[in-house]
């Protein structure tokens, strides 16, 4: 394996530098992010404010088993390529800086055209395909973006090409677990342990005993695989839909919301795919459904609409 390349850069030089500023739609924590220009380039430089220890040195692996297997990785991940030093002391990396804008800004926007945002959608479970071929037809193995959320997608503005970023956080070769979004705190990933599996040495090391309201901690709860991609994936579909967080929902809110995507004319394959995310059936990538959706489909699924019509779904239940 290669060591990848580094830029050493003074203290005097990155203080010169100016944060990026970022949509109010995009919640990041952990670094500072700055647009830095190298040999001609313009990067995106992330600055870990955390930059020691294991979840650091973590980082900085996955990082580098990114860089050593990029000709495995689909084209439309953005890969960092160099490691930052300040003083000889590791800070954090660069990317490529992909001019666009961030999916989540995208799917909230009611101006939108619905079918362009569908497409968006469809993009997403494309990719995830593309990544289950490589687990099948590489040595490639182990690889799965983890956090798959509205934040980590970016569309070019150029060519309406749809790039993944911040993938510090995948699951690639024998890294540690990191937080996905919509894995660490569902109410509905209780319903089913054995096909999410928890992350038994995680909640070994921080001596926590399993329980159905997992407590919050650094590393992932459960082990990434094309089971929880998918459970983001669907997650992200009903967000769109919905027009808000499905992932907080209980079980039986769940259920009551699917009953109503049903009660106004949702495909019927769909909405089973929306149900095996709960069940012990394995769930498939519902990218291949996403084609029967309408434009009244959506409009009728929002939030606000089945709030009002609630009542109606609960009344036909009993």
């Not at 600055?47 to 495995?72: H, I, P, S």
């Not at 909230?108 to 968006?120: A, C, G, I």
């Not at 909640?203 to 992932?220: C, D, M, R, S, V």
């Amino acid at each position: 394996m290669k060591n990848m390349r580094q830029i050493n850069m003074s203290r005097k030089a990155f203080e010169k530098l100016e944060r990026m500023a970022l949509p109010k739609e995009v919640l990041n924590t952990e670094s500072k992010i700055y647009e830095y220009t190298f040999r001609g380039e313009t990067k995106i430089l992330k600055y870990f404010y955390v930059n020691k220890g294991e979840y650091f040195a973590n980082k900085m692996y996955t990082v580098e088993m990114l860089d050593n297997y990029k000709d495995y990785l689909p084209d439309s991940f953005v890969i960092p390529d160099y490691m930052v030093a300040i003083s000889n002391r590791t800070i954090g990396f660069t990317v490529p800086k992909v001019d666009g804008i961030p999916l989540i800004c995208i799917l909230s926007n009611p101006k939108m055209d619905k079918q362009d945002q569908l497409d968006y959608l469809k993009k997403v479970g494309g990719i995830l395909n593309q990544l289950k071929g490589i687990r099948k037809y590489t040595s490639l193995k182990d690889i799965y973006i983890n956090d798959v959320n509205e934040s980590n997608f970016i569309v070019k503005q150029n060519n309406r090409e749809l790039k993944v970023i911040d993938l510090d956080s995948a699951k690639i070769q024998n890294n540690r677990i990191f937080p996905a979004k919509y894995l660490q705190n569902s109410k509905l990933l209780s319903n089913q342990p054995k096909k999410y599996k928890l992350n038994l040495e995680a909640l070994k090391e921080q001596n926590i005993k399993y329980a159905t309201n997992y407590p919050k901690f650094h590393e992932g709860l459960f082990i990434p695989s094309e089971e929880t991609d998918n459970f983001c994936y669907t997650i992200m579909i009903l967000n769109y839909l919905y027009g808000g967080n499905v992932a907080r929902f209980s079980i039986e809110e769940y259920f009551t919301y699917l009953d109503y995507l049903d009660s106004i004319g949702l495909p019927k394959e769909l909405i089973k795919q929306f149900e095996s995310i709960l069940t012990e059936r394995h769930t498939d990538n519902p990218v291949g459904y996403l084609d029967e959706l309408t434009s009244e489909n959506i409009i009728r699924a929002r939030n606000n609409i089945y709030k009002i019509t609630r009542g109606k779904v609960l009344s036909k239940k009993i």
